[in-house]
């Protein structure tokens, strides 16, 4: 039904590698931390990484950008049997990646409109339980079930950041907050958004997952100074889906 493109583009491969070396939770980031971009592409020049090659690698979405990317997923594997989630919000987020590839890979339109319906289900749970993470390390009341999603971010994200809010003027906010109203009608009724879904109509929708929720789960991380798992970078940056000419 869907198929996914290989590589991304020059510029987002740039953006990918950069956004990487500053946020994500690697283990060079006491050599990296506070350098500029064009300082940035000196350090893998000296590692014997040529900046421009590292780019034209790195557009190739298999490709794992070296020294500054821990593909470790939210889960902790211990000796002998058993897995442990180290945070719930990591976990949603990473069912809520499973499930978009199910999307995306699934033959069955049925099991698509099933499996992006649970992926943005995943991921608007996986944004709430991170701000009640960060809520209970403020001490703030998250008991309040009636206090919705959009009022979390514009009144704890101030006190969690000591003044700064995140921007809601923008693109990202104008889809979050369409996304947020799917998810809401689809809890209500999963029938009511895919019905007569086209397979282009879903392949924008799991498109615009980049651009909506995930960015602005992307921009609190930022905001709260919070190191992000290359995860949640890489997913900013996924490649296009679309309709295959088999469909």
Known sequence: MLKVRVNIAEKQAKKLIFDLVKYSDHSNRELTDGLKNKIIEQWFEENKYPFKRLVSDTRNWGYTVPFVENTMDSKVYISGEGI????????????????????????????????????????????????????????????????????????????????????????????????????????????????????TQLAAKVNDLRGGIISIMYELHVLLNDEIKSQLIRAVYFPDAYVSAAA
């Open 84 to 199: 442990l989630n180290v945070n719930d919000y990591q976990g949603e987020f990473d069912s809520a990646l499973a499930y978009r590839d199910v999307t995306i890979n699934n033959a069955d339109i049925a099991a698509c409109y099933a499996a992006y319906y649970a992926c943005i289900t995943k991921l608007f749970d996986s944004l709430t339980s991170y701000l009640s993470v960060k809520a209970e390390s403020y001490d703030i009341d998250n008991a309040n079930k009636s206090v919705s999603l959009e009022d979390k971010i514009s009144q704890w994200v101030p006190i969690f950041t000591a003044g700064k809010a995140l921007d809601m003027n923008n693109k990202s906010w104008t889809l979050f907050t369409a996304q947020l109203a799917e998810c809401h009608a689809l809890v209500s009724n999963p029938a009511l958004v895919t019905d007569g879904l086209s397979a």
